[in-house]
């Protein structure tokens, strides 16, 4: 079974940037879509940033021109690179990799944006 595994978070300064990094386990053969959400506290998880299986991204809008999405597809590895960071970017990131038939999801990485 595929697992995921997210890195990269941590506390940055408002402006700042972060790369996080979800690293897959075993084959990942098949997948519709790849993406990034998250989730803080006392809100709903909510999508930051998507690839679709033929190369497409698309971003949530509060993102858009800060944020990009990117795959290593030798590394079995998406990354999402953070730019120009804002204190409301602050929360828990997770990865989530989609099948026709089947989700996972990673553990998550707190991001805060703090002064």
């Known amino acids: 079974q595929v697992q995921l595994v997210e890195s990269g978070g941590g506390l940055v300064q408002p402006g700042g940037s972060l790369r996080l990094s979800c690293a897959a386990s075993g084959s990942v053969f098949g997948l519709n879509a790849m993406a990034w959400y998250r989730q803080a506290p006392g809100k709903q998880r909510e999508s930051v940033a998507a690839?679709?299986?033929?190369?497409?991204?698309n971003y949530a809008d509060p993102v858009k021109g800060r944020f990009t999405i990117s795959r290593d597809n030798a590394k079995n590895t998406m990354y999402l690179q953070m730019n120009s960071l804002k204190p409301e970017d602050t929360a828990v990131y997770y990865c989530?990799?989609?099948?026709?038939?089947?989700?996972?999801w990673g553990q998550g990485t707190q991001v805060t944006v703090s002064s």
């Open positions: 989530r990799y989609e099948w026709p038939n089947y989700t996972i």
């Open positions: 690839i679709i299986s033929g190369g497409s991204t």
